[in-house]
């Protein structure tokens, strides 16, 4: 099974919150933010 990076960027965040892990969940939620913002920079989302 081939997972992508936004796959595993958004289990882990699954896996953050489920362990309560605030300090690790912040960042995950950031890196998925920049992420998205940098893929729709030029108005599309590929």
């Not at 289990?11 to 919150?17: F, G, L, R």
Request: glycine share 2%.
């Amino acid at each position: 099974m081939n997972m992508n990076l936004t796959d595993q960027i958004n289990n882990d965040i699954k896996s953050a919150m489920k362990a309560r892990e605030k300090d690790k969940l912040a960042a995950l939620r950031d890196i998925k933010s920049k992420l998205l913002l940098e893929a729709t920079k030029d108005g599309s989302l590929n």
